[in-house]
């Protein structure tokens, strides 16, 4: 039912937006990579914390490796007084953060809480200025937890063309009409391998994740990618971008398409 000029669900595409957020706020100096995610939640850290909820890092939510074994969500959704944070944090942790990759989009939500700490506004408001009014981007929305915190890995409506504007500002690794509106060592970082997330019986789902981006199989390609097929993919050697929504089941189908036709 969608038009070009329409908003559609982004699903976990919205995570490259936050970890862009995350990004600003580092080159501002609001935070850093090797920060405790404790350190920003110091009313709601459990009554006992394991030695590896207190090693977990600003960077291992990014990489998703902050060591859990099952994805956080359910609990977040769960928590009964709506504190999704004191619930990501009362969720055991079973390994050394950075040690063991797993998809985890309650890790994506504490980025866009801190983010929320930090400035006083929600990643919506606070790219507003800095990612989507340069972009000329305009009637996005963003869905919130029950605390009025973005979700950050899920919720983000845009357009296509918006997605399309995302990945060109990647693939000019930051810049956009000679402004440098993301760090080019962000870009870099983000889009480059942070932790190994093999093996996967999709192979564009095992060949390492960044700073909520996906590591491609062919052409030194990276992506931000969300459920039903739809894809952000930059391909720096080619100069190249492609925009997808969809409603698709099988998006390993939609990106082997991309690499036997648009790729060559």
Known sequence: ????????????????F????????VAEGRLSLDDPVLSFFPDDAPAVVSDNLAAMRVRHLLAMGTGHD??????????????WARAFLACPVQHAPGTHFLYNTGATYMLSAIVQKLTGQTLLEYLG???FEPL???????????????TGGFGLRTTTEAIAKFGQLYLQRGAWSGRQLVPAEWADAASAKQIDNAPNANPDWAQGYGYQFWRCQFGNAYRGDGAFGQFCV????????????SGVGNMQAVLSLVWQHILP
């Open 1 to 16: 039912p969608y038009r070009a000029g329409s908003p559609h669900m982004l699903f976990s595409l919205s995570k490259s």
């Open 18 to 25: 936050t970890s862009t957020a995350v990004g600003m706020a």
């Open 70 to 83: 099952a994805d956080t969500m359910p609990a977040l959704h769960q928590s009964a007084d709506g504190n």
């Open 129 to 131: 200025p800095r990612l």
């Open 136 to 150: 000329s981007i305009t009637g996005a929305s963003w869905e919130s937890c029950p605390r009025g915190i973005n």
């Open 234 to 245: 930059v391909f720096p050697e080619h100069d190249a971008v492609l925009a997808i929504t």
